[in-house]
C-alpha cells in the first residue's frame, strides 16, 4: 500500500447561471419542468442502499398548484427506524475505516454530478415541490450545494492538518474517528442544499447517517439520495427515511446509539428534542452532539444617512425572496423619521411590482407559501393585524390578501407597527411578512437596545448608514444580536466558504454551516504520545540530593 500526504482540490463558489432567454440552461430546465411535472413517481425509503416500501403513502404535491401530485412517498415508522439504525450501525466499521480522500472523493463527485447533468433535475424538484423561482433554486439546490461539497473537503483537511506541538524525543498527534454511534439528520423543506449538507457533512467525517427530510420536500431529497448512489456512497452510510416527526423521531431518540443531531427546522421542535435527549442521557453509550440551527426574527436597521435606494431593495429582495421562507429572511425594520416618507413610497411601489404565481413562469418573483399549515400561521397574523384588536398598534400598509384556493398564495404584505413589542416585530412568522417601526432620530441608541432585547434569537441582522462612525456605534450595541450581520446589504444570501452560517440565543448552537467549525463537532479526537526513548529508572533527579 502506497503513502501520501493528501490535499483536496482548492475550492471555489459555483458561478450563477443566469437562466436569460434563448440561454441553454432556460432551455434545458423547463424541459426538465416539463417532463417531472408530467410524471407520477413512487418514492421509497432507502435503508442500507436498499428501497424499502411500506404502503403508507403521503403525496409530494406542488405548493403552487396543491391539485398536482407529483408523486406519493413511503412513510416510515419505528420499524423502519430500527432498520436504519441497524444499517447504520452495520455500515460504520466500514466507512470509518475507508481512508479521507476516499470519502472526499464521493463529495467532490457529487459535486461534479451536481454542476453537471442533475443541475436541472435537482432545481426542477427543487422549483415544482417546493415552490422556488429559477433563481432562488439555482443559488440553493444547485450553487450553494455544489459549494458545500466542494468546501468541506478542504475544511475537513483543516481540521485533520491540525496537530500539537512536541516537545524533544517526544512526537504528540491528535487523531480523529466518527462519533460513537450515528447520527440523526433531520432538514426542512426551505433549502435543498441544507438537505444535502445535513447530511453529508457527518458522513465525511466517517459517521454513518439516519436522515429525516421534511415531509414537503420529499420530492427533492429522493433525488438527492440518486446522486448519492451515483457519486459511489456505500449502502447504509446515509439512509433515507421520510415520515412524521414523532414516529421518526421518537424511536430515534429512544435508541441508545444515538451519537448526534444535526438539525435545521422550528425552535420548538429541537428544543423539544433537547429535552428527549436530556431525559434519555443514562441510556446513551455517549453523550450526543447536539447541532442545530432553528430560525430568527432577523432585522434591518436603517441609520438616518441611509442610501434610501439601497435600503429599499435590501427590504423587498430580503423579506419576500422565496416568499420570506428562509431562516435569514428580513421580518422587521426600524427606520428613521428623516427617511420613512421617501422608504414608504418607494417601498410600497416595488411591493407593488412584485409578481407572484407560478414558479414555472419565469417572470414570477414569488411562488406560493409551502403547505396549509404555513398558509393558516402566516394568514392569522396578517388577520389579526386588521383586527381591531391591532388598532393603534399596527396597520397593514401593503399587501395583505390571501388565496389558497389554487395555490398557497399569500401576497408581500407589509405592516407599520406603532407598537415596537407588536406581535408581527416580535415573533417569528416565516412568510412574507415585513413589520417596520418608525424611530425618532433622538432616540436612536434606545431603538438599537430595543432591538437587541425585543427577540429571543440571533440569527442574521443588517445595518444601513452612510455615517461610519456611526456604523460602527450600531454594530457595537447589536454585538449579540446575529450569527450572521451585515452592513449595507440584506440579512440573507449567506455563502459557503464566505460568510459561515448560524445563530445562537434561540436560533442554535451557532455551530456555522460551510465552514470548518461545524465538522469539528461530528469527529471524536484522541491525542496520541510517542516518547522515542523513556526513562528505564523511575528515580527523578532531584532526589539525589540530601
Known sequence: MSDAMFDVPYPENEPI????????EKKELKATLKKMASEKIDIPMVIGGKEVRTGNLADCVMPHKHSHKLGQYHKGGEKEVKMAIKAAQKAKKGWAATPFQHRAAILLKAAELLAGRYRQVLNASTMLGQSKNALQAEIDSACELIDFWRYNPHFAVQVLSEQPDSSPGVWNMLEHRPLDGFVFAVSPFNFTSIAGNLSTAPALMGNTVVWKPASSSVFSGHYLMEIFKEAGMPDGVINFVPGSGGQIGNPIMASPDLAGIHFTGSTAVFQGMWKQIGNNIHNYGCYPRIVGETGGKDFVFAHPSSDVDALVT??????????????????????????????????????????????????????????????????????????????????????????????????????????PMYESMVEEIFGPVLTIHVYKEKDLLKTLRLCDKSSAYALTGAIFGQDREALIMMKAELEGTAGNFYINDKPTGAVVGQQPFGGSRASGTNDKAGSYLNLIRWVSPRTVKETFDPPRKYPYPYMSAR
Do not use: H
Open 17 to 24: 447561471m443566469g437562466y436569460l432567454d434563448g440561454s441553454p
Open 314 to 419: 435590501a427590504l423587498v429582495r430580503g423579506s419576500f425572496e422565496y416568499q420570506g421562507q428562509k431562516c435569514s429572511a428580513a421580518s422587521r425594520a426600524y427606520i428613521p423619521e428623516n427617511l420613512w416618507k421617501e422608504v414608504r413610497k418607494k417601498l410600497l411601489a416595488d411591493v407593488a411590482s412584485i409578481t407572484m404565481g407560478d414558479v414555472t413562469d419565469f417572470r414570477t418573483f414569488m411562488g406560493a407559501v409551502i403547505d396549509q399549515g404555513a398558509f393558516d400561521n402566516i394568514n392569522g397574523y396578517i388577520t389579526r393585524a386588521r383586527s381591531k384588536a391591532a388598532k393603534g398598534k399596527a396597520r397593514i400598509i401593503a399587501g395583505g390578501k390571501c388565496d389558497d384556493s389554487e395555490g398557497f398564495f399569500i401576497e408581500p404584505t407589509v405592516i407599520l407597527a406603532e407598537d
